[in-house]
């Protein structure tokens, strides 16, 4: 089955500063991974996502990046705030069923 | 839209009861997801439905764990007995179907904490 990685396990960051965080997973066929951001206490929540068939998306100051060759995507935030604080979550699933495999999270700290 | 709702928030309750977690999905959609989250397992699918059935339950623990779906509207999440290592933050999803493939974005609820003692 699907196994995905992410990296690092936290970060931290001055704000405004960028933030990268890198995900790999192993299934070939995975051809849709979202990002999800967790705030302390609260749900996780879509920020951004990506299919197979693209290799970069932008929305405002997040940007994802998908390399199908190498099976890795990450996640890019720029000028980052404080309210970007949380612990975010990448997931990867197959064309094949509805089974999102979510990596462990990345606690990203910003700095004021 | 009020979004995936969930009952109770907070539950709890001694080892061996039978806890009983309820989900109303966003109206309309077709996919339900039930997870639990720990902080050593991190974020788990444990069992999903597509127009009331289930289709993949490879995430359940094991037999005490158990979810059905009477309607589009409803799912509930059972444990019978519950044990101290069910302690977790249970979300249930919900998505629209789109494609071949299926669905798109999940929509999470705001998840019941379940303590276990």
């Known amino acids: 089955g699907e196994n995905v990685e992410q990296h690092p396990s936290t970060l931290s960051v001055q704000e405004g500063d960028s933030a990268v965080i890198k995900c790999t997973y192993s299934d070939s066929a995975s051809n849709y991974f979202p990002w999800y951001k967790q705030e302390l206490g609260k749900r996780p929540q879509l920020i951004i996502d990506i299919r197979s068939n693209v290799g970069e998306k932008k929305d405002q100051r997040i940007a994802v990046t998908l390399n199908k060759t190498a099976k890795h995507f990450s996640l890019h935030i720029t000028e980052t705030q404080p309210e970007d604080s949380a612990v975010y979550f990448c997931a990867a699933r197959d064309n094949y069923g509805q089974n999102f495999v979510f990596g462990p999270g990345t606690r990203l700290s910003v700095l004021p | 839209d009020a979004g995936v709702i969930q009952s109770p928030r907070h539950e709890v309750t001694e080892m061996g009861q039978e806890v009983t977690l309820r989900c109303k999905p966003i109206?309309?959609?077709?996919?339900l997801f039930w997870y639990r989250q720990t902080m050593m397992r991190g974020l788990e699918l444990l069992i999903y439905?597509?127009?009331?059935?289930?289709?993949?339950d490879s995430g359940m623990p094991e037999d005490r764990f158990s979810a059905k779906m009477p309607n589009a509207s409803f799912s509930t999440l059972k444990i019978q007995p519950s044990e101290p290592r069910d302690s977790a933050v249970y979300f249930c999803a919900s998505s629209p179907s789109g494609g071949r493939g299926g669905s798109e974005t999940q929509y999470f609820g705001p998840g019941t904490r379940l303590l276990v003692l």
């Open positions: 109206s309309g959609h077709d996919y």
């Open positions: 439905f597509n127009n009331n059935v289930p289709i993949d």
